[in-house]
């Protein structure tokens, strides 16, 4: 009887893999290459142990591997559900909106806070500031089709962003519209551990690993115009460069 499930799959005696890591490499690949969507539930141990003909211990310790990646998240009474990912280059300059719209996913912000305020000494740094100096501080949550992928809080100057309030879903689309949308930016990303208030805003447990991302944007004439720090869920993001090796 042929399988009704999107992927092949076929134990491989041979292999020094245990078979439930083998069926979850199969998931995996199943998930990035389309057979899956986000949000779309997978088949329960025991539609996976039927139709593969393995044991459900075997389906159920694979589907646990996902979990522990991200790859799937678990809702308790109602089953398994394919994690959205958003995957960013990190070659080009884009914005989260424009990110997500590309992938198919739906953009929302939760805004928390949009304010005029002095510049703090990092943000005065950062964007070449003198003390005194306003700037427009934006904080919100990001949101793809409802799920919290990050916490992020943008610090531009007054004179760049006089009216925090008439940003609406996407900052840079605001800042194209008086030609004040960054050309380039610096990003540099490393890793921390979720306290109590990121786990709370990112819907995560207490010490979860998050990525932590410190961006800052000119304009083309080499003015700093933001100054963006951004908390990702590492479960949902995955950052991807391409590398090139000249020749000898």
């Not at 410190?214 to 869920?233: I, P, Q, W």
Request: aromatic share 6%.
């Amino acid at each position: 009887m042929k399988s009704k499930l999107p992927f092949a799959f076929e134990a491989d005696a041979e292999s020094p893999s245990p078979l439930y890591l083998q069926l979850a490499l199969a998931l995996s690949r199943a998930i990035s290459e389309g057979g899956y969507q986000a949000h779309e539930a997978l088949p329960s141990e025991r539609v996976l142990a039927e139709e593969l003909g393995i044991s459900r211990v075997t389906a159920r310790k694979a589907i646990e591997r996902l979990v522990e990646q991200g790859l799937i998240v678990r809702k308790h009474g109602s089953g398994n559900y394919i994690a959205p990912r958003l995957e960013q280059p990190l070659t080009r300059l884009t914005s989260f909106t424009e990110e997500l719209h590309q992938r198919g996913f739906v953009p929302q912000s939760r805004w928390l806070q949009r304010v005029l305020a002095p510049a703090q000494a990092d943000e005065q740094l950062s964007l070449e500031l003198h003390a005194g100096e306003r700037v427009a501080r934006l904080e919100r949550l990001r949101l793809a089709d409802n799920v919290v992928m990050a916490y992020e809080v943008s610090v531009l100057p007054e004179s760049v962003l006089p009216n925090p309030e008439a940003v609406a879903a996407s900052l840079y689309t605001h800042l194209a519209q008086s030609g004040q949308a960054p050309m380039r930016a610096l990003q540099h990303i490393r890793a921390m551990n979720a306290d109590l208030k990121l786990a709370s805003l990112l819907e995560v447990p207490l010490g979860a690993a998050v990525l932590f991302i410190t961006r800052v944007g000119y304009l083309a004439d080499g003015k700093a115009v933001e100054l963006t720090h951004s908390y990702c869920r590492s479960d949902y993001y995955d950052f991807v460069a391409e590398m090139r090796r000249e020749p000898v």
